[in-house]
């Protein structure tokens, strides 16, 4: 059977191939079993298998063929094969799957078929980010039991290690997960924004690379049993993308923080930076330099220009692992125009207690007036697990996000959204106060933070940090959802994207992506109240209502493919707004006011992939 494929966002995706087997559904989304529920309730998220290269680099997998055995309503029976190539890897894997009664078995043999080095080759198991707090039964590999739960706060280590079977329940369904081929464990994936913890074979603490030689077999297991006392699968609660959204706005509820933007890469400017980049004001451009770069004084001075043209301070992150490289740094900085100035180790990417005391002898002995702040450059992840580590006494926390870390489909970046708010939660736990910095937020990573290898040069860096996304509406609706989900009472900034280029909000030309236009939207609502939206929103929707001296915007976003209608409820002071318009795509439209006894209505339709804004009332001058 030839795998079909799908456009969707403007990129390529596998189709959705429907899996039914008595209580058993499921679905196979390209090379990975995604959706595994039994009698309506939803047991796991995803069974894939993965190759992870040297430097913890996912290889490209694609379902080169999907032979379907048997495809009743009782059995579900096929056979895949999944080809990986990419990173100097040639590898493919015989996928068995079995569907039917009470078991979901997955079973895959692989061979090499060139010599590479690997981190990690298996199936990997994700469970839903709704399972924290959920109990749970772990089976050692020596037949111990242990009873545990899965973590509700990101856990920066693997809370289950060992494993041979784990059973736990879901409403009225048991199941029981059990390995072969393989010593499992589990690691809470919301460190890194996935909205999953991932259960894996072959134990981080086991040595690696892995040389793999040419023919070199791997193969392993996976079963899922589950029982029900219920015979009939109930039916799960699903909201059509053609429904209605119907909610109501409130009362303030937090402030929306200062949006920043970080420095272009300097290869691709254009050879003349005079041209404005943006059209509109940036509170701050966020400059990563590291120490050992040879180009990071061109950087700089790249980045002073295009601080210029954005009327923009600098925030500055220096990566440097002795004091006199940091003081090089330091002294050739423009400080009377840098806002925020911090430090990182270049082997831990943390702030280490060391280099701390070298910043803050350099901005004593340069009288810098701003903030010192610290923390992380890679993902939340370094900071969860170092935060006993860091210095007590930075101004504020730092640390970046990504959706990207183990998986590229767009499904799983859109459902990253959940966990970063997780993330923005447990960070301000985390800070004891102190104001906490996020960013830069990229669709991909901006570097390989556990390379084995060694750090890579920014050259190769901004190449693989390269989405084509990057310049499509869904990017745009993407960014509106991130901002929702990090704004929250604790969280300062956050930092998006580059200026421009191929990583930014604007072509090299100056001309705006549609993220572009949103974020230039932003800028200057920064302190502006967040209202309350009272009602039930799809997880692929976002209602975000930012209440002005003058008036309200409803920025609304669908990352849904399919256009959804959305009905908002005014609050009593906006029932009788002077002004009103709905702007989409560059253009104004009128939204449609409906008045009724218990209040004012404004529907609009948001097409998919897109952000609209709903202005009420007189937007002030400085806004429009």
Same mark, same amino acid.
């Given at each position: ?37 039994? @009698? ?7 069974? =894939?298998?993965? $190759? ?6 996912? #290889?490209?997998? &694609? ?31 015989? $996928? ?21 080095? &690997? ?9 839903? @980010? ?5 109990? #749970? ?42 390995? %072969? ?14 909205? !999953? ?23 392993? !297991? ?8 219920? $015979?009939?699968?109930?039916? =799960? ?57 040879a180009a990071w004084e061109e950087g700089l001075n790249l980045a002073v220009i295009e601080a210029d043209n954005l009327g923009a301070e600098l925030d500055v992150r220096v990566v440097a692992g002795d004091e006199e490289g940091l003081r090089s740094v330091v002294a050739a900085l423009p400080l009377g125009r840098v806002r925020r100035l911090a430090v990182y180790d +270049?082997? !831990? *990417? $943390? ?118 996304? %990057? ?24 930092? *998006? ?15 705006? *992506? +549609? ?12 302190? *502006? ?7 039930t929103i799809p997880s692929d929707t976002t209602i975000f209502p930012l209440q002005g001296a003058k008036g309200v915007d409803v920025y609304l976003g669908n990352l849904s493919d399919q256009p959804r209608t959305l009905h908002l409820r005014l609050p009593s002071h906006l029932r009788h707004a002077d002004a009103l318009e709905c702007a989409r795509g560059g253009e104004?439209? !009128? @939204?449609?006011?409906? %008045?009724?006894?218990?209040?004012? #209505? ?23």
């Amino acid at each position: 059977m030839k795998t079909p494929t799908r456009t969707a966002f403007g990129v390529n995706r596998a189709a959705v191939v429907p899996i039914r087997a008595g209580q058993w559904t499921a679905e196979l989304v390209g090379d990975e079993l995604a959706h595994i529920a039994f @009698a309506g309730e939803p047991l796991l998220r995803a069974i =894939r298998v993965v $190759v992870r290269d040297y430097d913890w680099r996912t #290889v490209p997998a &694609r379902l080169a063929r999907l032979n379907v055995l048997r495809g009743d309503s009782n059995v579900f029976e096929s056979e895949l094969l999944i080809e990986f190539r990419g990173f100097g890897v040639s590898f493919d894997a015989a $996928v068995a799957l079995r569907v039917g009664g009470e078991e979901f078995r997955v079973s895959f043999q692989s061979v090499a078929l060139n010599a590479f080095r &690997r981190n990690r080759i298996g199936l990997v198991i994700l469970h839903s @980010a709704d399972d924290a707090g959920r109990r #749970v039964r772990v089976c050692d590999t020596s037949g111990g039991t242990t009873a545990s739960e899965f973590p509700e706060k990101i856990s920066p280590y693997q809370p289950f290690k060992n494993i041979a079977k784990m059973a736990w329940r879901r409403g009225l369904v048991d199941a029981e997960l059990g390995f %072969q081929g393989e010593t499992f464990e589990t690691e809470d994936q919301r460190n890194w924004t996935d909205d !999953s913890f991932k259960t894996y074979g072959t134990p981080l603490e086991l040595p690696f690379p892995v040389d793999i030689a040419v023919g070199d077999v791997v193969s392993q !297991s996976v079963l899922l049993l589950a029982t029900c006392k219920q $015979v009939t699968p109930r039916p =799960r609660a699903h909201t059509s993308h053609r429904d209605t959204v119907k909610v109501e706005l409130g009362g303030p509820t937090r402030t929306l923080p200062t949006l920043g933007l970080t420095a272009s890469h300097i290869r691709t400017l254009p050879a003349s930076t005079s041209v404005p980049l943006c059209g509109a004001c940036c509170p701050t451009l966020l400059l990563e330099i590291r120490e050992n770069d040879a180009a990071w004084e061109e950087g700089l001075n790249l980045a002073v220009i295009e601080a210029d043209n954005l009327g923009a301070e600098l925030d500055v992150r220096v990566v440097a692992g002795d004091e006199e490289g940091l003081r090089s740094v330091v002294a050739a900085l423009p400080l009377g125009r840098v806002r925020r100035l911090a430090v990182y180790d +270049p082997a !831990s *990417y $943390v702030t280490s207690e060391r280099m701390w005391q070298h910043l803050k002898d350099a901005a004593v002995r340069h009288s810098f007036s701003g903030d010192l702040v610290g923390g992380t450059c890679a993902h939340f992840a370094e900071l969860n697990r170092n935060a006993a580590r860091i210095p007590a006494d930075l101004a504020g926390l730092t640390f970046s996000v990504t959706p990207q870390m183990h998986v590229t489909e767009t499904e799983h970046i859109v459902e990253s959204i959940a966990a970063q708010r997780v993330v923005a939660r447990d960070a301000v736990q985390l800070s004891a106060g102190r104001p906490i910095h996020i960013g830069p937020v990229t669709l991909k990573a901006r570097f390989n933070a556990v390379a084995t290898s060694g750090p890579s040069t920014p050259e190769e860096d901004a190449c693989a940090a390269i989405d084509v996304r %990057q310049t499509l509406p869904f990017t745009a609706a993407w960014t509106l959802a991130s901002i929702d989900a990090l704004t929250r009472p604790g969280v300062a900034s956050l930092t *998006y994207y580059e200026a421009r280029g191929p990583r930014g909000i604007a072509a090299c030309s100056g001309d705006r *992506y +549609p993220v572009g236009d949103l974020i230039t939207s932003l800028f200057g609502h920064e302190a *502006y109240a967040v209202l309350a939206v009272r009602g039930t929103i799809p997880s692929d929707t976002t209602i975000f209502p930012l209440q002005g001296a003058k008036g309200v915007d409803v920025y609304l976003g669908n990352l849904s493919d399919q256009p959804r209608t959305l009905h908002l409820r005014l609050p009593s002071h906006l029932r009788h707004a002077d002004a009103l318009e709905c702007a989409r795509g560059g253009e104004s439209q !009128s @939204a449609v006011v409906h %008045q009724a006894p218990e209040g004012t #209505v404004v529907k609009t339709t948001i097409p998919g992939e897109e952000v609209c804004v709903v202005s009420i009332g007189r937007r002030p001058a400085e806004t429009t």
